[in-house]
């Protein structure tokens, strides 16, 4: 019988991150969505047994610059944040405004994780309709928000981890 291989859902189930600090960053703009994903963000950050503080902004654009001013403001209290999720939604429009949204804001998220060597969770859907952004949200379909949530905690993981070595 082949053994099963555990997924990135059950090992942090299993609690390894006791005491990690996240910071969970959302867009508030489509506000119904914005709960969904943040359901499954919480949902696994408790699972994972970590700790978090949660911050709004009105929308994607605003994401990464609240990003910064709370680390710089957590760094300079002597409480940084360990990781970052960061949530939001951009449905697409008539116009060329979600192409500058949806890039700018995944380029400037990416840029800030890797020049602060801080783990960040990307959780802002792009989406074409409504439909599918609801279906990315849900915590019981795809679960973006709670996805983001594990992919900080696995990157979290790994920066413990070779700090230790």
Known sequence: MAERRPSAKDAFERGDLEGARILIVEARFYEEIAD????????????????????????????????????DAAERSGHPYDGVVALGCVIRGETLHFEIVAQESAR???????????PIGNG??????N?????????????????????TLSLVRLKRRLAEA
Not at 36 to 57: D, H, K, N, P
């Open 36 to 71: 969904a994903l943040l359901m499954g963000a919480t949902r696994a950050l408790q699972a994972a047994g970590a700790a978090y503080e949660r911050v709004s902004v009105p929308g994607s654009l605003e994401v990464a610059p609240a990003i910064a001013i709370a680390v």
């Open 108 to 118: 400037a998220l990416l840029e800030f994780s890797v020049a602060r060597r801080l």
């Open 124 to 129: 802002i859907l792009t989406v074409e309709t």
């Open 131 to 151: 439909a599918q952004a609801w279906t990315r949200a849900r915590a019981d379909e795809a679960d973006k928000g709670g996805d983001a949530a594990r992919a």
